[in-house]
């Protein structure tokens, strides 16, 4: 019997494992977090490939560069690939080998989870299991190898019930006829001389080493023992060699932000400037305004202790668009502020400005070239913030765009990637960004050490006190294990024997009559052990006159051994010569019972094979099932690498057609007609009636008699009926 002690340790170890397993592993179907998908394609090379099983759990926010798995509202499928823009609620998404947008966007609830965790090249054996007939297959097999497990056992026990080893016993007339085995001598201490003792003795544990003392004791009480120490030895390693702190850097605790603003005055109210006046980002003309006032005010701002002061000044430079000439002047000095906020102004002559322009194009011989105005604020800001220093420079540029007409705001709005499907940042959020630049900083700081364990992110403190409370569950353990190993000394050799047979031992007061029993001495009570186990009876046992009985009772036999209790074996003879019952014959154990338990134990072994095996399969269909369940469908393939993107009519059309870059397609059947070029037109396998007057088209009529008029520069396909004809256009099959 195990200690309460050892079953609460064990069943604490037991279902902590199982939490563990049932967090990072339950199925959403079962209650859990984690889904499972088989990824199909290589857009997602070098990180995921075809076949790989990757883990996704769901996360109650996503971000932009995370890899989730959604439902394609355009494919209609489980999709695994990146976050590349979240907007109005909305997830965009594109795969890392790709160089265009998956179609379509997700919403919140179209999102599956975030990939966690990938094992490679187990994805294809899961959908091997999630076939249909496959788990059928195998469940059939484990249900017969259970059936033909439970049958061997059952046919076992009918063995043993059925009759008992074959015993010598009290001599009849008949019996006196025939020479009976010589008896064991209860004084020898020579081991039992019958047939294929060796066998005898290796089924008997007698041949058994004993183990060392500290090895003594509950097997389950080692193994928790063993597992503790080394969940305690890895902790206190893995947190104690690293620091419990590290250099970092604290983001966003300061920023720089800055207003750009420029005005003019007019000559006056005008159909350009109704207002006589030119306004921040409005274009200027040159014709109507002389000079043009520039601003930029500076603020800095942190939630944390700070004192800053610096510099400010504002420069111009001209950039000319047509070589690498440039010039950069100083329209502001340098200033110098203290405190959060500065600010700079100048006014910028554009006559000075034209007039440079013109001078260079005179010398230089390059006229009509476009030019550019950089205006370019230059703040150093240096101080502290959180006691932590910081020397830095801001310096955002504001382009203009030099015409000899017009001066405009230069701020180029990012092209969307080929296949998206999101709008885009328009030309009044990319100037209004281009106005109000700003930039954040980081400052050094003090964060805690973690260690990544399938992606969660765990305190070293926190591995430090885990080995140290192993470490004390460990002692425990220990101090557990040498009671129990110190209980078990203390038993007698009968007890120890009795044990390690499996078999109990029951004490009673009396046996009471043993009438219409045959009486049958075993002589060793290991013998008499074994013989428990194979008739699967307990061992009974009384004291008296300081002799300890033990006896085995089979219905119509009794077996019985005798040994000195503890108290009376004061000398060797007393523990040599217990003296056997009255007319008790002695039971030697013949060479029929030595093969029956080497069958016994062929058939036990067979017994524990076949269980395997259907406790593998058993396995297999338990796991197929928990996989079919995580998702809508069997282990959901993700159409990581199958493009999305719909294909253009040049990729449909026949390599014949290549040189004619058609853009569009037309397809129709019986008589009709085209006036579009660079047209890609499709008859239909009927008598079609084509007549074409655009130019650079590509034709197939089809595979009737068809009639086709085109142009000279078209291209026609020659389908395989040979009276078609065919009208100005240039043949090819």
Not at 666 to 684: A, D, M, P, Q
Request: glycine fraction near 8%.
């Amino acid at each position: 019997m195990k200690s309460l002690p050892i079953k609460i340790v064990g069943s604490l170890l037991a279902a902590t494992i199982a939490l563990g397993f049932w967090i990072l592993f339950a199925p959403t179907k079962l209650g859990g977090s984690s889904t499972y998908s088989v990824t199909s394609g290589i857009s997602m090379e070098p990180l995921l490939h075809k076949g790989d099983l990757a883990f996704v759990r769901v996360q109650p926010s996503y971000r932009v560069g995370d890899i989730v798995l959604y439902q394609s509202q355009v494919l209609h499928r489980p999709v695994l690939h990146r976050i590349i823009l979240i907007q109005h609620g909305k997830y965009f998404f594109q795969g890392d080998n790709n160089n265009f947008v998956d179609p379509g966007y997700a919403t919140k609830r179209d999102l599956t989870g975030t990939m966690w965790l990938s094992v490679p090249s187990v994805g294809g054996m899961l959908s091997w299991f999630g076939a249909p007939s496959h788990a059928a297959l195998l469940a059939g097999a484990a249900g017969m190898l259970l059936v033909l497990a439970t049958q061997t056992t059952k046919k076992r026990r009918r063995r043993r019930r059925g009759g008992s080893p074959t015993m010598t016993t009290a001599r009849t007339p008949a019996a006196e006829a025939t020479p009976a085995p010589p008896p064991v001598s209860w004084t020898s201490e020579a081991p039992v001389e019958a047939p294929e003792s060796g066998e005898r003795a290796r089924v008997g544990n007698a041949g058994k080493r004993r183990p060392p003392p500290y090895l003594d004791g509950p097997v389950s009480t080692l193994i928790a023992l063993g597992v503790v120490i080394a969940l305690a030895a890895l902790c206190l390693v893995v947190g104690f060699s690293r620091p419990s702190t590290r250099p970092g850097v604290q983001a966003n605790a300061y920023q720089q932000a800055g207003t750009f603003a420029y005005s003019a005055a007019t000559t006056g109210p005008s159909a350009v400037y109704p207002s006589g006046t030119v306004g921040t980002g409005q274009p200027i003309y040159p014709s109507v305004v002389n000079t043009v006032r520039v601003d930029f005010g500076y603020k800095f701002r942190s939630a944390h202790t700070h004192h800053v002061q610096g510099t400010i000044q504002l420069r111009t430079l001209v950039l000319s668009k047509a070589d690498t000439w440039q010039e950069l002047s100083t329209v502001a000095p340098v200033t110098k502020f203290s405190g959060d906020r500065a600010s700079v102004s100048a006014d910028v002559s554009l006559a000075d400005l034209y007039a440079l322009i013109n001078s260079v194009s005179t010398e230089s011989g390059v006229t009509g070239t476009n030019y550019s105005l950089d205006l370019q604020p230059v703040v150093h800001v240096t101080g502290t913030v959180d006691h932590h220093p910081i020397d830095q420079t801001f310096s955002p540029v504001l382009p203009f765009a030099v015409t000899e007409g017009a001066i405009r705001v230069d701020v180029a709005v990012a092209p969307p990637p080929p296949g998206a499907t999101f709008v885009p940042a328009s030309a009044t959020a990319a100037l209004d960004s281009a106005l109000q630049p700003s930039r954040r900083g980081t400052i050094p700081n003090t964060v805690a050490s973690d260690i990544t364990i399938a992606r969660y992110h765990v305190p070293v403190p926190l591995v430090r006190y885990l080995g140290i409370a192993f470490a004390l569950s460990a002692l425990v353990l220990a101090i557990v294990h040498d009671r129990r190993r110190r209980r078990g000394t203390r038993r007698s050799e009968e007890e120890t024997i009795a044990r390690q047979a499996d078999v109990l031992i029951i004490p009673i007061s009396t046996f009471g009559s043993s009438s219409g029993q045959t009486l049958v001495t075993v002589p060793d009570f290991k013998d008499l052990a074994e013989l428990a186990r194979f008739l699967e009876r307990p061992i009974l046992y009384e004291v008296r006159d300081g002799n300890r009985t033990y006896a085995v009772d089979d219905e119509i036999r009794r077996y019985v051994t005798q040994a000195i209790d503890r108290r009376d074996r004061g000398s060797d003879a007393a523990r040599r010569s217990p003296t056997p019952p009255v007319d008790a014959p002695v039971a030697a154990v013949p060479k029929r019972r030595v093969r029956r338990t080497a069958r016994s134990e062929k058939r036990s072994t067979t017994k524990v094979v076949l269980r395997s095996g259907a406790g593998l399969l058993a396995l297999a269909v338990l796991t197929t099932l928990t996989v079919s369940l995580t998702a809508g469908n069997n282990v959901p393939t993700s159409r990581v690498g199958a493009s999305a993107q719909a294909r253009q009519a040049a990729q449909l059309a026949p390599t014949n057609c290549a040189s004619l870059a058609v853009t569009t397609m037309v397809r129709n059947s019986g008589t009709f007609s085209n006036s579009t070029s660079h047209t890609l037109i499709l008859g239909s396998a009927g008598v079609d009636t084509i007549t074409d007057t655009g130019a650079f088209n590509c034709i197939v009529g089809g595979g009737g008699k068809d009639n086709v008029s085109a142009t000279t520069t078209d291209v026609c396909i020659v389908g395989p009926v040979g009276s078609s004809t065919y009208t100005k256009c240039t043949k090819k099959t």
